[in-house]
């Protein structure tokens, strides 16, 4: 059974820095990608960030220059960096799952433009509140 539980959400000041981290456990990817998408109040969820096996990296632009993903695979872990924050940024946030298969969504980067279509396995989310 796959599970993806993210952690490291909560309520801080704009201009602040949080990092959120989503341990992954169950699944049999040999190559995978991870990304995560937030969603606020009211809005469609939406892609922030994306990650591959061979630690290729894509990123929405509301993300990019602020948030940094990386990963460790001993820990089966992938992290969200999220820096100069802003209240825009308040959301739930979810880490999900896919091949890393170029002919993807997520294998080719483009799921970071997109409400995540294509994503296998989904976590069920960690809040971010940024205050002004």
């Known amino acids: 059974q796959v599970q993806l539980v993210e952690s490291g959400g909560g309520s801080v000041q704009a201009g602040g820095s949080l990092r959120l981290s989503c341990s992954a456990s169950g699944h049999t990817y040999t190559n995978f990608c991870m990304g995560w998408f937030r969603q606020a109040p009211g809005k469609e969820r939406e892609g922030v960030a994306t990650?591959?096996?061979?630690?290729?990296?894509s990123y929405a632009d509301s993300a990019k220059g602020r948030f940094t993903i990386s990963k460790d695979n001993a820990k089966k872990t992938v992290y969200l960096q999220m820096d100069s924050l802003k209240p825009e940024d308040s959301a739930m946030y979810y880490c999900?799952?896919?091949?890393?298969?170029?002919?993807?969504?997520?294998?080719?980067?483009?799921?970071?433009?997109?409400?995540?279509?294509?994503?296998?396995?989904w976590g069920k989310g960690t809040l971010v509140t940024i205050s002004s």
């Open positions: 999900a799952l896919a091949s890393d298969d170029p002919n993807t969504p997520c294998g080719d980067g483009s799921v970071v433009d997109s409400t995540g279509y294509g994503m296998d396995y």
């Open positions: 990650i591959l096996s061979d630690d290729s990296t």
